[in-house]
């Protein structure tokens, strides 16, 4: 077994689910959220 370490910016990303594309200046609430790990450790080191 190998050991790999992975380092660098570790980004969280938040994915919105809506019921439609908001129109320019216009609010509108979220059906649900996910939370995802990105970065380049996190998709490197996934691999």
Same mark, same amino acid.
């Given at each position: 077994?190998? @050991?790999?370490?992975? %380092? +660098?910016?570790?980004? /969280?990303? &938040?994915? @919105?689910?809506?019921?439609?594309? !908001? &129109? !320019? =200046? $216009? =609010?509108? #609430? /979220?059906?649900? $959220?996910? @939370? %995802?790990?990105? =970065? $380049? !450790?996190?998709?490197?080191? +996934? #691999?």
């Amino acid at each position: 077994m190998s @050991l790999v370490i992975c %380092y +660098g910016s570790v980004i /969280a990303d &938040r994915v @919105l689910q809506l019921p439609r594309f !908001p &129109r !320019p =200046g $216009e =609010g509108i #609430h /979220a059906l649900g $959220e996910q @939370l %995802y790990l990105g =970065g $380049e !450790p996190c998709n490197v080191g +996934g #691999h």
